[in-house]
Nanobody, 128 residues
Framework: QWQFVESGGGLVQPGESLRLSCAAS????????IGWFRQAPGKEREGVSC???????NYADSVKGRFTISRDNAKNTVYLQMNSLKPEDTAVYYC??????????????????????WGQGTQVTVSS
């Protein structure tokens, strides 16, 4: 069974950095498109970044230039490096796999319904 486990969240001050990890089990990531999403209290889940099996990436405008997504297929893990964090980045961060033939990482951010096998999430809190 496909499963993702997110980790690396925490409490940081504005301007600091975190690196989130999304570890996959039950399948190999090599050719999968993986996305990071976040959901703040009272708000809808929104796409943050995605990476295709080819390595091409896409980002939400709100995080461009600050966040970097990467993958290590040998470790079956996708990472999200988050720099220059802002209070508005506070949310639970999730990773998921793209459903096939939806172009979910082409026109991004795409809707959560284009993704599946959601992890349980990791909390990121940015506060002074």
């Amino acid at each position: 069974q496909w499963q993702f486990v997110e980790s690396g969240g925490g409490l940081v001050q504005p301007g600091e950095s975190l690196r989130l990890s999304c570890a996959a089990s039950g399948f190999t990531l090599d050719y999968s498109t993986i996305g990071w999403f976040r959901q703040a209290p009272g708000k809808e889940r929104e796409g943050v970044s995605c990476i295709k099996g080819s390595g091409s990436t896409n980002y939400a405008d709100s995080v461009k230039g600050r966040f970097t997504i990467s993958r290590d297929n040998a470790k079956n893990t996708v990472y999200l490096q988050m720099n220059s964090l802002k209070p508005e980045d506070t949310a639970v961060y999730y990773c998921a796999a793209a459903l096939p033939f939806r172009g979910a990482c082409v026109a991004f951010p795409s809707v959560p319904s284009d993704w599946h096998y959601w992890g349980q999430g990791t909390q990121v809190t940015v506060s002074s």
